[in-house]
């Protein structure tokens, strides 16, 4: 079991033939992910990578029976990618791309609020479930199936606490990137509730930072779920100083609620086991797992 994308998952590549889209879908390929085309307008009826090449996300909805796409478009057109998978009826949207204009993505997450989709990004490593499907830039060595379902707003730890976890004897279900951008379409909160929900997945790790409110809301809904399901969570960017942006264009306190200490004291009420540096997940995964 996992959650968002599998190995029936038919998945297609946007900015298909690009330098990123070509490296990254290469991987994917190689890894064992079930890429059934590509999309780069004007050259719809060559192949690329020995899959086809559609001119449109409708084209390749409709012969290929794609039902996930990952984005590798260049931020000034990314916006646009995002609602023409929605368009063309994609499920599952994943946005790699940094850098989209937040007017751009205003206007996105607006369109796509009444389609039958879920975006994830942009700005995000992707989304992977181990053995499965690969839908993203993440080192696919470092995941092995597994119990542990991990959201996170960061890339590196991501694959990090992922690398943890593996060293510790557990596993991987899915691990969700769900990227650092002020707008994104999959918040924390939705993310731990796929996973908590998913009957596979025995713990969640939330790896958060500052700035924004998504794991205050995130420990809000666990709370008032009553679920029993443990979950660790860790906050990034506790020694950032106040008012500046750090990495990701969302990590900037704005207020007293926003910094790690604050965060922290959240989690900690909402029954969530927080640990103080990322070098502890694996080692808290194992404690909660094992009692």
């Known amino acids: 079991m996992s959650v968002l994308v599998n190995k029936d998952s038919k998945i297609i590549v946007q900015g298909f033939t ?74 599952v949207i994943i946005a790699i791309t940094e850098g989209i204009p937040v007017a751009d993505m205003i206007k996105a997450s607006d369109y796509i609020k009444d389609k039958d989709c879920r975006l994830i990004g942009p700005n995000c490593p992707g989304v992977i479930t181990p053995g499965e499907a690969k839908v993203g830039i993440m080192p696919g ?15 590196t730890l991501t694959y990090e606490a992922a690398d943890q976890v593996v060293k510790e004897g557990y596993g991987i279900t899915t691990a969700i990137g769900i990227g650092g951008d002020p707008i994104i379409g999959t918040t924390t909160k939705d993310a731990v509730e796929m996973l908590v929900g998913d009957p596979d997945t025995e713990c969640v790790v939330m790896i958060g930072e500052i700035g924004g409110q998504l794991e205050a809301e995130a420990a809000k809904w666990y709370k008032e779920s009553g679920s029993k399901k443990p979950v660790i969570g860790f906050i990034a960017g506790e020694t950032a100083p106040a008012g500046r942006t750090m990495g990701h264009a969302g990590a900037i306190v704005g207020g007293s609620e926003d910094t790690a200490q604050a965060k922290k004291a959240i989690l900690k009420d909402s029954g969530i086991h927080v640990v103080d540096s990322p070098a502890e997940i694996g080692k808290k995964v194992a404690e909660v797992l094992s009692k």
């Open 18 to 91: 690009g330098s990123e889209g070509s490296f990254h879908a290469e991987q994917m390929i190689d890894y064992g992910t079930n890429i059934v085309g590509g999309v780069t307008p004007g050259k719809g009826g060559t192949t690329h990578l020995n899959k086809p090449v559609y001119n449109t996300v409708a084209d390749a909805v409709e012969q290929a029976g794609a039902d996930t796409s990952i984005i590798f478009v260049p931020p000034a057109f990314a916006a646009d990618a995002i609602m023409e998978a929605a368009d063309a009826g994609i499920k």
């Open 141 to 155: 060595f470092v995941f092995k199936q597994g119990t542990v379902g991990v959201v996170s707003k960061s890339g």
